[in-house]
């Protein structure tokens, strides 16, 4: 599968919560940081789907690049969302690290910035 298929199928599994695919997508030793600088593993990142859920999901702005087996994907989220029972709207830069593996694409890392309100 190319890496512009996986990242559909990430974005589709994070809008529609479908953590089993996310949980395939994903490595064993992945690592997120939120954008106050929060770190979250696998585990917890899965798990945040139990108080959080995407309404909509928008990715605009979209930089690919490959350094060998290693892509670096920036770009831009714009989304509603729910978290804990409140509505929130988010705009967000994205920067992940995806690895080519024996079994596919997995990501590695994620990093999200608040964009500041239009």
Request: net charge negative; charged share 25%.
């Amino acid at each position: 599968m190319s890496l512009s298929d996986v990242l559909a199928a990430f974005d589709d599994a994070e809008l529609h919560a479908r953590v089993d695919v996310l949980d395939r997508l994903l490595a064993d030793d992945f690592r997120s940081i939120g954008e106050r600088g929060y770190v979250l593993d696998k585990a917890a990142w899965l798990a945040r789907f139990e108080d959080f859920r995407y309404l909509s999901l928008e990715i605009s702005d979209a930089d690919v690049r490959f350094y060998g087996g290693t892509a670096i994907v920036r770009r831009v989220q714009h989304s509603e969302a729910v978290w804990q029972g409140r509505a929130m709207s988010l705009g967000t830069r994205v920067s992940q690290v995806w690895i080519d593996a024996d079994d596919g694409w997995h990501l590695v890392a994620v990093q999200f910035s608040s964009l500041p309100d239009p």
